[in-house]
């Protein structure tokens, strides 16, 4: 049972319907008795970094989400702010991040930009894969995702970085640590190629 994480700052129905659609069981909790059992959890989250935080330590989750990733190894799927928020911190606010990733999130450069690349970063775009991965079988450089962000991941170890987009310049589009998994695009959004990503990690 993949468990989405409630936290009021994602588009989880989007979520469930598209692995409903693909036969993978999921339901949506904020209930820490119900994620203590989850066998893989996703963390959704669109909106502020600062907001996102807030709302993990308010529904009082943080303690139970540690114990599981860190502790018992549960992989986690974190998509877009979700994503993010694996990370230390973001130029987006001052709360402190989950810090499962050594990593920091930055706003997109402008002066590295086209003056027909603006911010932020929506629509299609490909990925480069930077090592294998369990998560990104049957799919390839030509495979493309959605993406909606303002800000994006900058990992600290390279060792980190799964995948990379080019938008003016090369940024970090997903990032992988042991049972940790972060993408910036949406999956759920992203038609087939996503289908094949959430596939794949109902499967680790």
């Known amino acids: ?20 659609k693909i036969g993978i069981e999921s339901q949506i909790s904020r209930d820490a008795e119900e994620l203590k059992k989850a066998d893989k959890l996703i963390l959704p989250g669109v909106g502020h970094f600062d907001h996102g935080m807030r709302n993990l ?5 943080v303690e139970v ?15 877009c702010l979700g994503a993010q928020l694996l990370g230390n911190q973001s130029e987006e606010g001052v709360e ?27 629509g299609w775009n490909y990925i480069e ?41 090369e940024f970090t589009s997903a990032v992988e640590r042991g049972t940790i998994f972060g993408t910036q695009f ?3 959004k992203s038609h087939k190629f996503g289908m094949q990503l959430l596939t794949n990690f109902s499967k680790i």
Do not use: C
Not at 1 to 20: E, F, H, R, V, W
Not at 57 to 61: D, F, L, N, V
Not at 65 to 79: A, F, M, Q, Y
């Open 129 to 169: 894969r930077k090592k294998d991965s369990k998560l990104m079988e049957g799919l390839n450089d030509d495979s493309r995702f959605y993406f909606v962000h303002e800000f994006h991941m900058k990992v600290k170890t390279a060792k980190d970085e799964l995948l990379s987009t080019h938008y003016g310049y």
């Open 65 to 79: 989400l540690n114990e599981k990733v860190l502790n018992e190894k549960t992989p986690i799927l974190g998509i």
């Open 1 to 20: 049972m993949i468990t989405i994480i409630d936290y009021g700052a994602g588009n989880i129905k989007s979520i469930k319907n598209m692995l409903k």
């Open 96 to 122: 402190k991040g989950l810090a499962w990733i050594d990593m920091d999130v930055v706003r997109f450069d402008p002066s590295k930009l086209s003056d027909r690349q603006k911010i932020p970063h929506m």
């Open 57 to 61: 330590h308010h529904a009082g989750i």
């Open 186 to 188: 949406h999956p759920e």
